[in-house]
């Protein structure tokens, strides 16, 4: 017989580096899951990520046991991290532009759009990786980030 499911749980924490503390030990804490247990197998599973932001949805179960999935990281952390900043003076892209569509940020190529699509690609709603590319792509512009040849 299948467990009963208590609560889903959506959490963002940096890979191989999460700790007890906000957001993840109140989140669990209020369902009264072991929050150690978890820490220490999340940083196992996420330790390629080094602090990389990570998704994780967990789903804790009646008995106080619980399972986790792991994410791709945000695609709008994936486009800062592979940007190149437009000012010179800037050594990498910290953030997405206030004003995107005056002030630019950075410039990301199309074949880094096509990796993070790539990478995206199981937990993007698209069914080819056109449509995934085009999705990133939106986030760029969003983000004041230009896609370039």
């Known amino acids: 017989m299948a467990k009963q499911v208590v609560a889903q749980i959506k959490v963002q924490a ?6 007890p503390a906000p957001p993840i ?13 978890f820490v220490t197998k999340f940083n ?15 789903t ?3 008995d ?3 399972d986790f999935i792991i994410k791709s990281p945000p695609a ?16 990498i892209v910290e953030k997405g532009s206030g004003v ?3 002030n630019k940020v950075g410039r990301v190529s199309k074949k880094d759009v096509r990796k ?22 939106g986030t760029a512009r969003s983000m004041g980030i230009e896609v370039v040849d």
């Open 25 to 37: 030990g109140p989140a669990l804490g209020q369902h009264g899951v072991n929050i150690g247990q």
């Open 100 to 102: 995107p569509n005056r």
């Open 76 to 91: 709008s952390v994936l486009l800062v991290k592979a940007a190149k900043p437009i000012d010179a003076s800037q050594a």
């Open 64 to 66: 106080k046991t619980f």
């Open 14 to 19: 940096p890979g191989g580096k999460a700790t």
């Open 60 to 62: 804790v179960y009646k």
């Open 44 to 58: 196992a599973e996420t330790k390629a990520m080094d602090g990389m932001i990570v998704p994780c949805v967990i």
């Open 116 to 137: 993070i699509a790539e990478t995206k690609m199981k937990d993007l709603n698209a069914f080819s990786l056109d449509a995934a590319d085009r999705i990133i792509m």
